[in-house]
């Protein structure tokens, strides 16, 4: 089983900065990417940032140029720097990992908040 905890949520002003962490661990056989999801109140879950195994990134328009994905494979995490924060980046920020075989994992969540 796998295991994905996210960390690094909070609360923050417009323009601001957060730097979020999802760290996976148990019986991590091979990533084809992880990513970055957001839910915001009223609105379904998208699709915020990816990176592949390969090192390529693809992100939602809307953060292109103030947010970055990346990774440690060492570590088996992942990171998404977010700044110049607006107010409608709030949402709940959910880490996903799909392994090999197409299996998804998914961590619990973690709430940002963007507001003066």
């Known amino acids: 089983q796998v295991q994905l905890v996210e960390s690094g949520g909070g609360l923050v002003q417009p323009g601001g900065s957060l730097r979020l962490s999802c760290a996976a661990s148990?019986?991590?056989?091979?990533?084809?990417?992880m990513g970055w999801y957001r839910q915001a109140p009223g609105k379904q879950r998208e699709l915020v940032a990816l990176?592949?195994?390969?090192?390529?990134?693809n992100y939602v328009p809307s953060v292109k140029g103030r947010f970055t994905i990346s990774t440690d494979n060492a570590k088996n995490t992942a990171y998404l720097q977010m700044n110049s924060l607006k107010p409608e980046d709030t949402a709940v920020y959910y880490c996903?990992?799909?392994?090999?075989?197409?299996?998804?994992?998914w961590g619990q969540g973690t709430q940002v908040t963007v507001s003066a």
């Open positions: 990176i592949t195994s390969g090192g390529i990134t």
């Open positions: 996903k990992m799909q392994a090999k075989y197409a299996l998804d994992y």
């Open positions: 148990g019986n991590i056989v091979s990533i084809n990417y």
